[in-house]
Structure formats: structure tokens, C-alpha cells
């Protein structure tokens, strides 16, 4: 079975991950220095400079379905390409924090867009056997653009002086151009095709150029399916009862992403490492150990992911928060030394990119309906990145050095952190089904039932 297209044009579709992670965790080497120049206070910094990107992924997020659903897939992954190249220019030459917020929020808009329509297409274009693996692709670039980010951060520091924020945030519309040209190589997705077009003969083209042995009965699968979700003769709500429990995991798995702490770890990585006794340079260092720990380990749970399964991940990457955070809290307490609470740091990098890091963007794309998952990806990711902006946006009131509420010491921060963790793992055991191997088309009779 000739299976070189699908990979090829998953690889190619997860870049847009790539520049996700790049774009996400690039602002932590301008978050200093930007403070500095504009002499922004904590809360204006919060909102304007370092959530701003995350409120536009919010934006992106809600609404990205619509597009997707509309104009089909690969449309969509062309406009994200471009959005991520006008906010990294845009924001590199910014002249003030108005103008500098305004593209990091198109960029943003790119992010949200784009952890609903790449996972989508993904897993539309995946057999069961392999869509664990293909999915958490999308995840693997969103981790290896966060190491890129966190080595070009480091490397550029210095280059332009006091504009070195702006060559940091400015280089990323290279790999967004190159990105956008790839996506022209690339097929719509064939569920597409069939359930938005009717165009059954071009679906099924697509389908053998992909490894489909039987196209036939994979249409005849895809197009059942559909009836099944028409049965009763007028389109179906996506806040139907019927949905209740796909919607419940999706809100779950993503509101706990978020809860662990992830995001707020990653952006302020250096602010962190200062307060725990490291200069300025070796934070920036540090923040590398960060991002190729967590890639590292995003190739483990690439690995597992449809051998364990997902849920297996889940409790595995819980136990792992648990005790890192719980740990981290512990040693800013007890003023422990850097080395010991960036051992546990690491460690909680490691437990999130085997667990949630690896199943969340597999997980929401393969529980909806083929029906409502455009709108079910995006209500996934948005509830996702809405977590994730609070965070970033309640983050300097708490952290920052001059009036942050816990300035002196953030242990409690951890501690909360380390709590939400345990209601995880109470949650992953109680409610979370097991996915891997399973056709989306049963899936949908499962879980809809």
C-alpha cells in the first residue's frame, strides 16, 4: 500500500504547528525588553504585549470552523500561512504597543485558525491505525518550533542591540512562507469532498493517492455516516443533547491543558528562572533544556500514542504533573536551588508532552461527527486558548518584580497547579473513553449514542 502522499501531506499540514509553537513561545525573549522600552505597567503588559497573540487564537479559534467548513481545508491552511507572515513582519517593525499588539493578534488569529483546521484535515486524511501518530505530528511541530523559538531567542540576544526583540519576532515569516508554498502541493480532504461537495469521483482519487485500499467502501462508510447524522431530516444543533458528552471531553481535555500551568511556564520560562536564582543569560540557556526536553518527549508520546493509547497518556502524564508541580511549588518554598527545581521542570515538560501535549489536538479532532467537526474542533481549541489567555493575562500581577502579589516567591502558583492536576487524573479515570484504533465513523455511533 503506497502510503508516501498521506505522510507527505501530514507533514506538510503540521508545519502549521510549527509555526504555532514558534509564534506562541517567541515573545518570551521580547517580553523584558519590550517592558523596557515602552515602560509598560503590569497589567497593561499583560493584556497588550505578552496575551494580545492568544486573544486573537481565541478569535481564530471560535470562528476558524466556519472557513473550514465553507471553503474546505486547504483553502484555510493557505490564509494561515499568510496571517503568520503579516504578524511577524508587522510586529517586528512595530513603532509602539498599540501597533505591536494589533499584529501579534493577527498572528494570533493564524494560531487559533490553525489548531482547528490542521488537526481536522489530519485526521480526515488518516486510517485508525495511524491517525494517533499522524495527529500528534501537528503536536511534535508545535513543539519543535518552541525549542526553534527558544534557541533563536538565544542566539539573537545581542545581535541588534536594543532591537533584538524585533529580529526575535521578524524571522518567523520565513518558515511562514515557506509553509504557505508547501500547502499548494497538497490535496482537499476527501471527507470534505464528500459530505460539502458531492464530489464522490475526485474523493476517491484522492483516497488511493493517500493508501485507501477500498475507496469505494470507504465513501460508502463516510457517506452512511452521514445519513445517520441527517436522520432527522434538518441539519442537527452542535449543542444538541445528542453531543453532550463529545462536547463534555472537549471542554475537559482543554480546559486542563490549561490548568496545568503549560502556557504560563512556557511564556515567562525566563522571568521564572531569574526568580529561582539565574541570571538573565543562563535563563534564556535554560529555556533551550525546556524546549528540547519537551521535544524529546513529544517523540515519546508520538510513539505511544496509538500503542498505549490515549487515555493510558492521560493517567501516565497526570502522575507526572502531580509530582513535578507539587515539587517546583516546594522548592520555590523552601528555596531549594536552580538546579533542583529545574530538574522538576523538566520533568514537568516531559509529563505534559507524553500526556496532554501528545493527545489533546488528536483527541478533540477525532471525537466529533464528521458532520460537526469543523464546529467541534473549533469550540475545543477555543476553549483551550481562552484558558490560556487569562493566564498569560492575570500572569505579571502575580509575577511581576516591583508590584507582583507574589514578586517575593510564586510557590502557591505551583501548588494550585499541582491541585488541578489531581482532579485530572480523578477526571481521565472516571470519564475518558479509550480511542485509538477506532474508526471515526465508529467512533461517532459510540460516542453520540
Known sequence: MNKSKLVQWSIVV?????????????????????????????????????????????????????????????????????????????????????????FRFIGGVGIGVSSVVAPIYISEISTPVTRGRLGALYQFNIVFGILVAFLSNYFLQGVGGENDWRWMLGVLAFPATIYTLLVFGVSESPRWLITKKNDLAKAKAIMLQIGVTDAEAETAAIIQSNQHENASGKPLAFFNPKHKKIIYLAFMVAFFNQLSGINFILYYAPEILEKAGLAAKESLFNSIAIGGVNLIFTFVGLYLIDRLGRK???????????????????????????????????????????????????????????????????????????????????????LDKDNGIFKENPWPIFAFFAGMMALQLVWVFTSVPETKGVSLEELEKTLSS
Open 14 to 102: 503540521a508545519l502549521a504547528g510549527f509555526i504555532f509553537g514558534f509564534d506562541t513561545v517567541v515573545i518570551s525573549g521580547a517580553n523584558q525588553p519590550i517592558k523596557e522600552l515602552w515602560q509598560t505597567t503590569p497589567l497593561f503588559h499583560g493584556f497588550f504585549i505578552m496575551s494580545m497573540a492568544l486573544w486573537g487564537t481565541v478569535l481564530g479559534a471560535i470562528f476558524g470552523g466556519i472557513p473550514t467548513e465553507v471553503f474546505g481545508r486547504k483553502t484555510v491552511l493557505l490564509w494561515v500561512g499568510i496571517l503568520f507572515a503579516v504578524s511577524a513582519v508587522g510586529s517586528a517593525l512595530a513603532t509602539g504597543p498599540y501597533i505591536f499588539s494589533f
Open 312 to 398: 493510558t497518556l492521560l493517567v501516565i502524564g497526570s502522575w507526572g504533573y502531580i509530582l513535578s508541580l507539587s515539587m517546583v511549588s516546594w522548592a520555590f518554598y523552601s528555596h531549594a536551588g536552580p538546579v533542583f527545581l529545574m530538574s522538576f521542570l523538566l520533568l514537568f515538560i516531559a509529563a505534559h508532552a507524553i500526556g496532554q501535549g501528545a493527545v489533546i489536538w488528536v483527541f478533540i479532532s477525532e471525537i466529533f461527527p464528521n458532520k460537526i467537526r469543523s464546529a467541534g474542533q473549533s469550540f475545543g481549541s477555543s476553549i483551550h486558548w481562552v484558558f490560556a489567555a487569562l493566564i498569560t493575562l492575570v500572569t505579571p500581577v502575580f
